[in-house]
């Protein structure tokens, strides 16, 4: 295939073949979706989830979900099992709820014979026999017949069901973190567009794209044209079929007609997966270790290709969590049959023991991939913008073909930007979180792009002091702002406001970072006190304007639409987990000396580490709160079922979660037990302050037990935390207090 003609193919517009060894059916499934705004282009022409015949099959160990056959071929038995327990997967939704004239097309529109001859003979290979002989399938008796459209049917609505989840998580949430109006690195985010804008508000609205996936598909097979992405036609359809079973993966995490997303809080079982509930169980479970396992592979085969999609693949990938297997060793992973109910030092004990049970996720090596990968085209990029050429041809990089129509696009040039801006985003919030470097270095990450970058570019386009410029993420007077939301305020305005809180928590976690490295380096002095100081003058910035606007927010909850209720409840938990962290940090420069004595002595005088502490575990306890299923989103939620049971399952990043209540549940505990061992008056508390104090863990233990609907980890570090809550309890039902 000529290397032109890959810019053109629909492949991607579509789940290719999901290929194992164990998968035998093939099935034909058609994604419906909307085409993005950004292109223009019509979606009965180019749907979102593409071509409507392609292969997808359902692994041979997994339960069928059809066993018995109707005598009359117009009718289907019911499905065995719960009923409640299948019910999610022969229920076919909408990717959301697209008002009247829209371009939203509906499955069966989609569901038409293949008009293109060269997709025609595609869809007839792939009807050929799954045993690899190659011969056609021969008549098909009345019995086979039906079979296959149930399994056909089937294997869409599933497809379907996780196409939803991944479109109502993550591309819901994309579209107030990733946009053109809050990406630091374009100007737009201080001059703005209109015509953007107008493109946000319908983002920001009750039916939203898939937007990322279809720009960072479009600047690849742009990319292509302009020979600044190579890849054989091999190589293209690996990268499709990564980028799929990523987003399938993804979507896998959320359980669905099992006994995972029917169980309530508290519950009998002291670990997620001991319980079986027959098919639906084991099905749930099933589908999500085929396809995760599938996707690791698929992404291996791709891991040297550069190329867009793979690195959102990767990204993708980053965020989802493998299922645990429950061995028998699990029950006790973590060391919570060994736990000390009191004791010195019980913050840290229970530190240790989560930090045991989150070392199961190993380092976040698909970030750092990603990161790089998009480091590398962006550099590749602004080389041909700027007309630089390349003298060596290695691997999948050539000398761009000087294509001016691909760098002159804005479409392309606004692409590039937020992918770039996506990358470091996320390699800033995992690298500081996992305590490991970034990938991206400061000089890499420009104040802005102008415009017109290639004229106006200066010597002086790298963020002064060797760190990220303030002003690019703020764009006010951070010790005056003059911008302060409140609440109640119009729709759009409440989004922008939420939307333009994303990039300072990002700046958060990059001075996270940069603390984290100066002591790692040994430094000490005014080189720390510098970073310390910015860090807690953009901690100050945030509690008078967005901090200030979230709480409001958190007071009248039941009145805050959705999606403004679940974009700044995720984006208040990072907030929140950044500035534990730093907290932790602060309190070991001031204990240890490493910083000036003028302030240390006032930090320490003013109990600046205790009072950010103090004030992040009470706005994650608040915040669990109002996450769980108790208060949950509204009925007539646009959410997939699935999603709509709690607005703690809306957010994407599962870890940050994970941290983030394990890290306050820990504080807690700690501060309790202080209290416990010596008396809660010696220590300058209230009366009744242990009593608050685990109402508060319950509410962070609550908070990960319902998340753990999709992740094994966080409901063994709820059993871990509300083991040990427990224990503390009944020591101070003794009445016994320790002084010494």
């Not at 930007?417 to 400061?442: C, H, I, K, Q």
């Not at 409440?494 to 002591?519: E, M």
Request: aromatic share 8%; charged share 25%; with cysteine.
């Amino acid at each position: 295939m000529p290397q032109e003609s890959l810019a053109t193919n629909h492949n991607d517009y579509c789940f290719s073949s999901l290929q194992a060894d164990s998968w035998g059916v093939d099935d034909y499934l058609c994604f419906p979706g909307k085409s993005d705004y950004e292109w223009n282009v019509p979606a009965l022409q180019t749907p979102l989830f593409g071509d409507p015949f392609i292969d997808y099959s359902i692994p041979n160990d997994i339960p069928s979900l059809r066993t018995e056959v109707s005598d009359d071929p117009t009718t289907t038995s019911d499905l065995p099992g719960d009923a409640d327990a299948t019910i999610s997967y022969t229920i076919e939704p909408q990717l959301s709820e697209y008002p009247p004239g829209s371009d939203a097309i509906s499955p069966a529109q989609y569901c038409h014979p293949l008009q293109d001859d060269g997709l025609r003979s595609l869809a007839k290979r792939r009807r050929l026999s799954s045993n690899g002989s190659g011969s056609q399938r021969t008549s098909l008796s009345r019995f086979s017949v039906d079979q296959e459209m149930m399994s056909h049917t089937n294997s869409q609505l599933i497809s379907t069901n996780l196409l939803q989840i991944y479109h109502d998580v993550l591309e819901h949430n994309l579209s107030c973190w990733l946009t053109e109006i809050n990406n630091p690195l374009t100007t737009q985010s201080r001059h703005g567009d209109a015509e953007k804008r107008a493109g946000l508000v319908r983002e920001w609205g009750t039916a939203w794209s898939n937007r990322i996936y279809t720009r960072a598909i479009q600047l690849d097979r742009e990319s292509i044209s302009a020979n600044l992405v190579r890849l054989t036609p091999a190589q293209d359809a690996s990268v499709t079929n990564a980028l799929h079973l990523a987003i399938m993966a993804f979507a896998t995490q959320w359980a669905q007609g099992s006994h995972r997303q029917r169980e309530r809080y508290p519950t009998t079982s002291t670990s997620s997966g001991d319980e079986s509930d027959g098919f639906a169980e084991e099905f749930d479970r099933s589908l999500q270790h085929q396809i995760w396992a599938q996707a690791k592979r698929a992404l291996q085969d791709v891991d040297e290709l550069e190329s867009y999609r793979v690195a959102l693949a990767e990204l993708i990938f980053g965020l989802t969590q493998k299922a645990w297997n429950h061995e028998p060793g699990d029950r006790d992973f973590g060391g919570t049959t060994n736990i000390r109910s009191r004791g010195v030092g019980l913050e840290s004990e229970v530190k240790a023991r989560l930090g045991d049970i989150m070392s199961r996720e190993g380092p976040p090596i698909y970030m750092e991939r990603a990161a790089r990968k998009v480091q590398t085209l962006q550099a590749r990029y602004n080389a041909g913008l700027r007309g630089i050429g390349s003298s060596v041809v290695i691997n999948n990089g050539v000398e761009a073909a000087g294509n001016s129509q691909f760098f002159s696009s804005k479409e392309n040039k606004e692409t590039a930007g937020l992918l770039y801006w996506f990358a470091v985003m996320f390699d800033t919030v995992s690298s500081s979180m996992n305590e490991r470097p970034v990938v991206v270095p400061d000089e890499d990450i420009p104040r802005y792009t102008d415009e017109d970058l290639p004229d106006t570019a200066t010597e002086d386009d790298t963020p002064p002091q060797g760190r990220w410029d303030v002003g690019s993420f703020v764009h006010d007077d951070v010790e005056n702002p003059a911008y302060k939301p409140t609440w109640p305020c119009p729709y759009e305005d409440a989004a922008k406001a939420v939307t333009k809180a994303a990039p300072v928590k990002v700046l958060l976690f990059r001075h996270l970072s940069y603390l984290q490295g100066t002591l790692r380096r040994g430094a000490r002095g005014e080189r720390v006190e510098d970073i310390i100081s910015s860090t807690l003058s953009l901690y100050r910035y945030w509690n008078k304007t967005y901090g200030s606007f979230f709480r409001e927010l958190m007071l009248d909850v039941d009145s805050v639409p959705e999606r403004i209720r679940s974009w700044f409840f995720c984006i208040s938990c990072h907030w929140n987990l950044a500035a534990l962290m730093i907290a932790d940090l602060v309190a070991f420069v001031d204990d240890n000396n490493l910083g000036t004595d003028i302030e240390t002595r006032a930090r320490t005088e003013g109990k600046i580490a205790w009072r950010i502490r103090d004030a992040s575990t009470q706005e994650l306890s608040e915040l669990a709160v109002i996450s769980i299923p108790c208060q949950g989103l509204h009925d007539d939620s646009n959410f997939h079922h699935a999603v709509n049971e709690g607005t703690i399952l809306t957010e994407p990043w599962t870890m940050i979660l994970i941290r983030a209540f394990s890290m306050a549940s820990a504080i807690l505990l700690g501060e309790a037990d202080e209290a416990l061992r010596h008396g809660a008056a010696q220590l300058g508390y209230t009366g009744g302050h242990f009593e608050e104090t685990l109402d508060k863990v319950i509410n962070c233990i609550k908070a990960l037990w319902h998340l753990g609907k999709k992740s094994d980890m966080a409901r063994k570090a709820a059993d871990f935390l509300s083991l040990t809550t427990d224990r503390l309890q009944a020591d101070y039902g003794t009445g016994r207090v320790v002084t010494g």
